[in-house]
């Protein structure tokens, strides 16, 4: 069997990861926290022994240093101060999480999940930074998690008014520079909008059907 091939950094002499071009930790470096917040934390559950804040300079292997957050050896390149870079960015997002929003990383992680890790409006995913928290500025409750568009853009722009927001909705379906047989009123609006939201619904249930492995026969 050939030996895999080189990472595409160059001087970094560790093979590539499968289908990549990169090794794994130069890959890690370029998917967004999110995935590199993963990746931190499967390496902590991992690791075995007991936990050690502190290793000696003398014990890193060549061009590692030791990671008492996730309880790994990471490559130097990859690490801010004594922490890899997404142990770093992990204590940062929970303290902010925790002195402006009142939540914990777990609270976040719970929402995340439940949003299908996905921006709760345009179902976007991050490519890089996370995603935003968005809260009612005049209760301080979070509401969920957001991408920069659709929580400084799209709410920020409307001021979070509903009524503004279904004016948008209005504008969209009935725009005014098309004249229609009738003037649109709201029960208008629902109804077209109920019409296509049904239709997203089943475009995408037909979708999710599509990806299902097809039916096994019976083994007897």
């Known amino acids: 069997m050939a030996a895999p091939k080189p990472c595409k950094v160059a001087d970094c002499g560790r093979p590539k990861k499968k289908g990549k071009h990169f090794c794994r930790w130069h890959w890690l ?7 590199q917040a993963s990746a931190a934390r499967t390496r902590r559950a991992e690791a075995t022994g007991p936990i050690r804040n502190r290793v ?15 309880q790994s050896f990471v490559p130097k390149f990859y690490c801010s101060g ?16 925790g002195d402006v929003y009142g939540i914990d990383s777990e609270e976040y992680q719970r ?19 996370r995603f935003a928290v968005d809260h009612d500025h005049k209760t301080g ?9 659709c929580n400084h853009d799209l709410l920020g722009g409307a001021h979070d008014d509903v009524i503004m927001l279904f004016r948008a909705i209005t504008y969209l379906i009935y725009p005014p520079a098309v ?9 208008h609006v629902l109804t077209a909008l109920r019409e296509r939201l049904l239709a997203d619904y089943e475009a995408q249930r037909a979708q999710a059907q599509r990806k299902l492995p097809p039916p096994q026969e019976p083994p007897f």
């Open 29 to 35: 470096a370029r998917q967004s926290s999110d995935v």
């Open 56 to 70: 000696t300079a003398s014990e890193w292997p060549d061009g590692e240093r030791w990671c008492s957050g996730c």
């Open 82 to 97: 004594s922490r890899c870079k997404a142990c770093v960015s992990m204590a940062a997002h929970e303290k902010r999480l």
């Open 111 to 129: 929402i995340w999940e439940a949003q299908g890790r996905r921006c709760a409006i345009c179902r976007n995913q991050p490519r890089t930074i």
């Open 141 to 149: 409750e979070v509401r969920g998690i957001l991408c920069k568009r």
């Open 179 to 187: 004249q229609q047989a009738f003037k649109p009123t709201p029960d």
